[in-house]
């Protein structure tokens, strides 16, 4: 399992994505419930930083929206600003996904200014129906151009579900590849 791990995250720019298994069952998000989660979570990422650094891979952790993975552990940037206080390891950063970012707290380009040095991987889709960008609220023209002056170099991912025929569903991105 770990070398099929680190062989398909060799593919995929040196990395893998680490998310939490583990959801919260109803009435389990009291704060004995979440300081055990969060142990737990850190201790296994501090554990997975050393072995990826001997790859010299690095371990992306994804919060998500409740509305589309309920119950989940990580589900904010300020929480998974605090795992990676905690883990303290360079190898380990945010995958931060505009479509579950914009659901949970708006404001993307300021929190992408403020997290950029500790974001490994964008990834974007519009909200509200995780389709193709330019289809819903996120104005991603404004947002691609403000991720490109803030120097950003890494990958931007497309997580999306196409409204339409997959070819006409990658015609927004025809701007941004020249």
């Not at 994804?62 to 883990?87: G, H, I, K, M, Y």
């Amino acid at each position: 399992m770990q070398v099929r791990a680190a062989h398909g995250a060799r593919v995929f720019d040196r990395a893998v994505e680490i998310v939490p298994e583990a959801l919260l069952a109803p009435g389990q998000a009291g704060r004995a419930a979440l300081a055990a989660l969060h142990a737990t979570y850190v201790s296994n990422l501090k554990y997975a930083a050393r072995r990826l650094a001997l790859e010299r891979m690095r371990a992306l952790i994804e919060p998500l929206s409740e509305r589309t993975v309920a119950n989940c552990f990580l589900r904010s940037s300020r929480q998974a600003a605090q795992v990676l206080d905690d883990v303290a390891a360079d190898n380990v950063l945010i995958q931060y996904d505009l479509f579950h970012m914009q659901i949970m707290e708006g404001n993307l380009a300021a929190t992408i200014a403020r997290l950029l040095p500790r974001i490994g991987h964008l990834q974007i889709a519009d909200v509200p129906g995780r389709d193709e960008p330019g289809n819903g609220e996120i104005n991603f023209d404004f947002l691609l151009r403000h991720i490109d002056a803030l120097g950003y170099s890494g990958w931007v991912g497309c997580e999306y579900n196409p409204k339409g025929d997959t070819l006409e569903g990658l015609k927004w991105a025809r701007p941004y590849l020249s």
